[in-house]
């Protein structure tokens, strides 16, 4: 009885879902669950500080700004820094190279590591899958710059990679001091890297496949190939249509790390891309208008693709990111 | 019956050419690590005039690691890698759990929009070089340990997986627990959290493996050798020599004479890579299951 009083009496359990944002609920949900509000505020106050701020400082992208002057004092010179950017050689090159990548990343990576995973699925016994994986996504843990490091040694002139290359072309060189080489070499490091990783997402969508469909299938006299191709694919298609929109969602924000550690100025035509682009105009050339604007403009047209993908997402497979 | 029969062999001839192709990834991903291995363990002279892979050890011996060992930079990369990634996963596990915690609540008000706002980051971002200006000119941390742990410690993403795990736990656990007069932050700590611990190793994991491999921060906001994580320098050794706008750190082949310094560089290279990856491979085998449910939460939620 003495329970059931106190249970009536204590506001944070009398209502439980409040509805409507009027200036009275919103005082009064306010007051009642203060513990909570606090503890939401040091992660709100980190999101405003790292976040919305540096959004706010995008307007730099407008100034020609100067640290010394400050956002506020620097003079504001309207969209010259994206004209600089477009009416350049740069504008081109970075954004063709970003988007070739990305279409070498979902027209070869990302198919392969289907194939990858469907062909696992296919292993009979378990413990040899099991040691595959095992194998394959250990090179994840290899850190980025470790496997720069490997990179650069097996490319150099006395490198395993230069000698095969070598022994085709008839000439060993640093094969990161040729451009012809750079997509390959950072295709193929991508597939290293992360190729049992990333297939991980697959055999487990793979693993959620009813088996006595495979079963009902081999009654009806269905060889391996048509198995695979009426259940298996059929069983994992919304997980591939899924990752393939949110993937192209992203076509034009192709991380800077790998290309930033291992490119230089001989390849700069095929490997220099809009990240790290702003990075080496922004941070290194202290060119902050300019890259603010590149930077700016390379965020724009992320933001567009990710909510176009999400909505074609949500059109054919029902689920999005938001 | 003939039918069936060159059904069994075309499927037996496709699984052992499966596991032939299986066997081929697994050389392929062991390889680049035996050639570094075999490297690192081999004669200094030898392993610099080599061309190609390095198949085997020549000349067993530790000299390279010796010198490595006897190297007070990769030390003191360690252990600030280990303030770093200590720091950072504890300030940010702290942040996120109280944050997800009261974002998942049914009955606050706030919790919608705020969580709104927190969202929002992972769709649109200032970019780099307007962070950089508010972590080096505004806040005046350029060379400041805190530039390396704050701006990054907390991922919009782990709250929302964290604030799932919470969401699925009963509402009558936390109900009762306040009948029994706790208060939001007891509830949160003794009730909520045992509960998800399997969520919060994950995240735990991920944080560590994020910031004991990164380097892009402490390369744009360092310049004391003294704070420099290990990724770091190793980048400088590692990486930067072969770039045309080398900053070459040579301080490790210091303890050496000059002709030696020529002599053991390479060695030492790949005694640094060793060095640095053995921790990680120990610990893989432990972390890999909780690894592959971390996707899997991802997944889920993605």
């Known amino acids: ?246 993937r192209i969602g992203q076509m034009l924000s192709v991380g800077y790390e790998k290309t930033i550690l291992l490119y230089n100025p001989q390849v700069y035509e095929t490997a220099d891309i809009l990240s790290s682009f702003i990075y080496r105009k922004g941070i290194q050339e202290m060119n902050y208008g300019y890259s603010t604007a590149v930077s700016l403009f390379n965020s724009v047209i992320n933001f567009v693709l990710l909510l176009v993908a999400n909505a074609f997402s949500k059109k054919y497979t029902e689920t999005g990111l938001f | 019956m003939a039918m069936v029969k060159s059904r069994n062999i075309g499927s037996r001839i496709f699984n052992v050419a499966n596991c032939a192709f299986f066997a081929l990834i697994m050389i392929v991903c062991i390889l680049p690590v035996w050639h570094v291995f075999c490297a690192s363990f081999s004669d200094a002279s030898w392993v610099m005039n080599q061309t190609g892979m390095i198949w085997h050890v020549e000349k067993f011996n530790i000299t390279g690691y010796k010198l490595v060992f006897a190297d007070n930079n990769i030390w003191t990369g360690y252990l600030n890698t280990f303030i770093y990634v200590i720091a950072t996963t504890v300030l940010g596990m702290f942040l996120t759990v109280m944050a997800a915690y009261a974002l998942s609540r049914k009955d606050f008000i706030w919790a919608n929009p705020l969580m709104l706002i927190i969202s929002f980051t992972m769709l649109f971002s200032g970019g780099i070089v307007t962070l950089y200006i508010l972590v080096t000119q505004t806040l005046g941390m350029y060379d400041s340990r805190w530039a390396l742990i704050l701006p990054n410690c907390m ?39 045992p509960l998800i611990k399997a969520t919060l190793a994950t995240i735990i994991l991920y944080y560590v493996i994020g910031n004991w491999n990164s380097w892009f921060n402490a390369m744009i906001y360092l310049r004391s050798p003294d704070k420099k994580p ?73």
Request: with cysteine; glycine share 6%; proline share 4%.
């Open chain 2, 230 to 302: 290990l990724q770091l320098i190793l980048k400088e050794l590692l990486v930067d020599v072969n770039s045309s706008n080398a900053n070459v750190d040579v301080s490790i082949l210091a303890s050496g004479e000059s002709g030696d310094a020529v002599l053991y560089k390479q060695l030492t290279k790949y005694c640094t890579i060793i060095v640095s990856t053995v921790p990680m491979f120990i610990f893989y085998p432990f972390i890999q299951k909780y690894f592959e449910s971390g996707v899997m939460i991802g997944a889920i939620k993605g």
């Open chain 2, 155 to 193: 991922s919009a993403f782990y709250l929302i997986l964290v604030r799932t795990a919470l969401q699925n736990v009963p509402d009558s656990l936390e109900e009762s627990a306040m009948l029994d007069g706790a208060g939001r932050f007891t509830i949160l700590f003794r009730i909520m959290l």
């Open chain 1, 1 to 246: 009885m003495r329970k059931n009083a106190s249970y009536l009496s204590n506001p944070a359990i009398q209502v439980r879902k409040p509805r409507k944002y009027t200036w009275d609920n919103i005082k009064k949900n306010t007051i009642r669950n203060w513990p909570l509000l606090v503890m939401v505020l040091p992660a709100l106050a980190f999101y405003i500080l790292f976040h919305y701020i540096p959004m706010g400082g995008l307007w730099m992208a407008f100034e020609n700004f100067k640290p010394k002057l400050g956002i506020f004092g620097s003079p504001f010179v309207g969209l010259d820094n994206f004209m600089d950017f477009f009416n350049s050689a740069y504008a081109w090159r970075t954004i063709r190279n970003t988007l070739i990548l990305s279409g070498l990343q979902i027209g070869i990576e990302f198919p392969i590591t289907i194939i990858f995973a469907l062909l696992l699925n296919e292993l009979r016994s378990k413990r040899y899958k099991r040691l595959v994986q095992t194998v394959s996504y250990m090179p994840y843990f290899v850190s980025m710059v470790v496997m720069a490091g490997i990179i650069v040694d097996f490319c150099s002139t006395t490198g395993p990679l230069a000698a095969m290359v070598g022994a085709f072309t008839g000439n060993t060189e640093n094969l990161l001091g040729n451009d012809a080489y750079w997509r390959p070499i950072y295709v193929l490091s991508d597939l290293w890297k992360d190729l049992g990783f990333n297939a991980i997402i697959y055999v487990a969508a793979l693993s959620g496949i009813d088996q006595t469909l495979y079963e009902a299938a081999e009654i009806d006299g269905a060889n391996r190939m048509q198995r695979i191709l009426r259940v298996t694919i059929p069983g994992i298609i919304d997980t591939i249509m899924i990752m393939l929109i949110l």
